[in-house]
């Protein structure tokens, strides 16, 4: 049992490292805004494991300026556990005389105000109780915020019962919670060891670091954590760790130089660091809760326009490669291939998610021979205008008909999909996208209603295939866009997002 227990101490002083060494690791990036990042600081006891603070003012949290990031991490090998509303006033829940809530308050109070405005981050891997109404809002909101309804819902309302039990566990004023509340960011549900593992590789090779062996049980960052936190040295800031680095033989190359980085981002899970790895970028996420939108005019008379004006105003798109991050809904790649159209001769090709992240720049060396579409089209309601249900990573014909029986402009739906199948690996790579962007196009504008009709396009794909659909601007005709509730909190549904042309 013994063993069992230290084996699980270790395993969680490894996941915090790596936690760590995945901050530490932009300031070595000259384009960061991380100032200095510190592993075990004192001051934050509570949320003590890693901070990481930034140049002023700061970078944007959600439409505000975040100065620093506090993070305790609870890795937990052992994952029959769940986190739920009433565990944060649960002393028991974490084995401790004061409950989460509670010390992460004292932290906020030890912390006081001096170095402006900061958050407080609980970064765990086990999930949220499928039964508990916070957790799937938590899910959707930026980096695991509290949402917008936690504060305004009333107090007969589930979480205004969450709101007033923790408010009077903490025995604060209304005021006084509100701010300590809207620091809090419950990470829940994090990434897994190997997963954290494979995004830190990444980022210790884009910044010019050795990367950790995947043939090696042991690896010389853990040595390493282990030895900052007995020696004291545990706080670093752009000097002083390029210097350990180098002392350390940690450096093996200069950071690679590439193209330009382009960046739109829509939502911040996940790419909370975007203004790090893009040379320049447009944040329109302050428009939406999660991937929610705040308000369903501001799909159009906001976000279309921002992102629009970013792109027209970047002057080098015809003269050098770009590449483009997107972080956003499929609408908005939708759009940016859109603006940025065969025709405009702009040199920009998006990165991809996948197992690893890769530049999806077609070469032509893909045969088009797996890149037809199948295609049936069947009655809906009484309209006149099309809606054309793109099925790719996949099967969205279901939701599609639900929407569109709904609606009294749509009176035909016509499912498509690659002939070679649906799922998360339907697209093989940029040249297979290309191709099937290509034959998608000539789909549409077979489908296009006539007498200036409507199609409505619901894209279930990678977003650097809706980036490279839309780039067939001059073939689609009139286009309105969707995006999907993949949460279920608002009915698991359909809901407008941009209308193109604008």
């Not at 506090?70 to 004061?98: L, M, N």
């Not at 915020?145 to 969450?162: C, H, T």
Request: net charge neutral; with cysteine; charged share 25%.
């Amino acid at each position: 049992m013994a063993l069992k227990q230290v084996a699980a101490r270790m395993e969680g002083d490894v996941f915090q490292g790596m936690v760590f060494w995945l901050n530490a690791a932009m300031l070595l990036r000259p384009s960061a805004k991380v100032t200095r990042v510190s592993i075990e600081h004192d001051q934050a006891t509570g949320v003590d494991d890693v901070s990481v603070h930034y140049e002023s003012p700061g970078i944007n949290a959600g439409g505000r300026s975040c100065a620093a990031d506090y993070f305790q991490v609870k890795y937990h090998v052992d994952r029959s556990s769940e986190y739920a509303s009433e565990s944060f006033c649960d002393p028991k829940f974490i084995g401790a005389t004061r409950s989460l809530l509670q010390r992460f308050h004292d932290a906020r109070s030890r912390l006081g105000n001096a170095d402006g405005w900061y958050r407080l981050n609980l970064v765990s891997n086990w999930q949220w109780a499928s039964s508990d109404k916070l957790g799937p809002l938590l899910r959707q909101s930026e980096e695991g915020a509290l949402p917008d309804r936690f504060f305004s819902e009333g107090a007969r309302s589930e979480l205004g019962k969450i709101r007033k039990a923790w408010r009077e566990h903490l025995e604060l004023s209304e005021a006084d919670f509100d701010d300590f509340a809207r620091r809090l960011r419950l990470r829940v549900d994090y990434l897994s060891r190997p997963a954290l593992k494979d995004l830190l590789n990444e980022r210790l090779i884009n910044v010019g670091m050795r990367a950790i062996p995947v043939d090696k049980a042991q690896n010389v960052y853990d040595s390493l954590t282990q030895q900052f936190i007995m020696s004291g040295t545990n706080s670093f800031d752009r000097q002083t760790f390029r210097a350990m680095c180098e002392r350390e033989g940690l450096l093996v190359s200069q950071p690679p130089s590439g193209p330009p980085v382009l960046g739109i981002r829509s939502f911040m899970r996940f790419a909370e660091r975007m203004e790090d790895e893009c040379t320049s970028f447009v944040c329109v996420a302050s428009n939406f809760e999660g991937r929610h939108f705040r308000s369903i005019d501001s799909w159009q008379n906001v976000v279309l326009p921002n992102v629009a004006s970013f792109l027209k105003g970047v002057s080098s798109l015809r003269t050098e490669e770009h590449r483009l991050l997107l972080e956003c809904h499929s609408s908005l790649a939708f759009l940016a291939g859109y603006e940025l159209d065969r025709k405009s001769g702009a040199q920009v090709f998006p990165v991809q998610k996948g197992v690893r992240m890769s530049v999806w720049k077609p070469e032509g060396l893909t045969s088009t021979a797996n890149s037809t579409w199948a295609t049936t089209t069947s009655p809906a309601g009484s309209g006149h205008d099309v809606a054309i249900a793109v099925s790719v990573s996949r099967d969205a014909l279901a939701d599609v008909k639900a929407y569109a029986n709904d609606s009294s402009a749509i009176g035909s739906v016509v499912d498509a999909r690659p002939a070679s199948g649906i799922g998360q690996r339907a697209v093989a790579n940029a040249d297979h996208a290309v191709a099937l962007a290509d034959s998608l196009a000539e789909v549409m504008r077979a489908h296009r209603p006539k007498e200036g009709g409507t199609i409505h396009l619901f894209i279930a794909a990678p977003n650097a295939l809706a980036f490279f659909l839309g780039q067939h601007r001059g073939a689609l005709g009139k286009v309105q866009l969707y995006e999907f509730d993949f949460e279920g909190e608002r009915g698991g549904s359909y809901s407008p997002s941009i209308r193109l042309p604008a």
